[in-house]
């Protein structure tokens, strides 16, 4: 199985981009899936991602307001709509999901996709 993004970019402050992320490979059922993002010198941190339950999403608190994550019905794509973008959300975006593979559940990364976000 492989995620593969798409839609990064560079933007200016207050502008929108939207990532998409496609899970394909074995056969698989998703648990859940999100994005996580990298910034130079820090911690890979939530941006926001689905439940396991599938009924609701979590947002990081910087986030909120500004980005929506949605996926589509098979729930093998996730998106991340990123509006009024500050430089503060320059990063690495990366798609996660977690997924069942026959009976066992993995961690799945996607390559990642550069945000740039300029003053």
């Known amino acids: 199985v492989q995620l593969v993004e798409s839609g990064g970019g560079l933007v200016q402050a207050g502008g929108s981009l939207r990532l998409s992320c496609a899970a394909s490979?074995?056969?698989?059922?998703?648990?859940?899936m999100g994005w996580y993002r990298q910034a130079p010198g820090k911690q890979r941190e939530l941006v926001a991602r689905?439940?396991?339950?599938?009924?609701?999403?979590n947002y990081a608190d910087s986030v909120k307001g500004r980005f929506t994550i949605s996926r589509d019905n098979a729930k093998t794509s996730v998106y991340l709509q990123m509006n009024s973008l500050i430089p503060e959300d320059t990063a690495v975006y990366y798609c996660?999901?977690?997924?069942?593979?026959?009976?066992?559940?993995?961690?799945?990364w996607g390559q990642g996709t550069q945000v740039t976000v300029s003053s």
């Open positions: 996660w999901g977690n997924l069942r593979v026959g009976v066992h559940d993995y961690n799945y």
């Open positions: 689905f439940t396991n339950s599938g009924s609701s999403a």
């Open positions: 490979g074995s056969t698989f059922s998703t648990n859940a």
